[in-house]
């Protein structure tokens, strides 16, 4: 498919795309990694600034087990540090590009189920 006029929004788009895949073909060019499904669960916590408690919280684990993840997301990746591993997941198109506040709200609302049933309070004590 050619494209007549390179200013329009498709053709940024497409122009995106195709260098994101062309990023992520390069990455993954000669590796023999793989993340399991609790790596890549891990990985979507990364951009944010949130720490290991704190993604142990959300995803209802230890902190040890998010920390053993992240310690295997970085080796597979070949990362040295949580920023770079970031950098490579995002070039491997493991997670989205956007800022990371947007990220932390977007995953919070996937984790939320919403109010208790029947509109009951959950009472707390003091």
């Known amino acids: ?16 795309l195709r260098h994101q895949a062309q990023a992520a073909t390069r990455l993954l060019s ?8 609790a790596e890549l669960r891990v990985v979507q916590f990364l951009p944010t600034n949130l720490s290991l408690a704190e993604i142990a919280t959300r995803l ?4 040890n087990t998010v920390k053993s993840h992240a310690a295997a997301i970085y080796r597979k990746l070949g990362a040295t540090s949580r920023s770079n591993a970031v950098l ?17 709200a ?9 109010p208790p049933q029947g509109g009951q309070r959950v009472q707390t004590k003091r």
Do not use: C, K, Y
């Open 1 to 16: 498919m050619a494209i007549q006029d390179d200013t329009t929004p498709f053709a940024a788009r497409t122009g995106e």
């Open 60 to 63: 209802f684990v230890s902190r």
């Open 106 to 114: 977007a995953l919070n609302s996937r984790l939320v189920s919403g």
């Open 30 to 37: 000669g590796r023999s990694w793989s993340l399991t499904a």
């Open 88 to 104: 490579l997941a995002r070039s491997a198109g493991l997670i989205e590009e956007r800022p990371a506040a947007t990220h932390a």
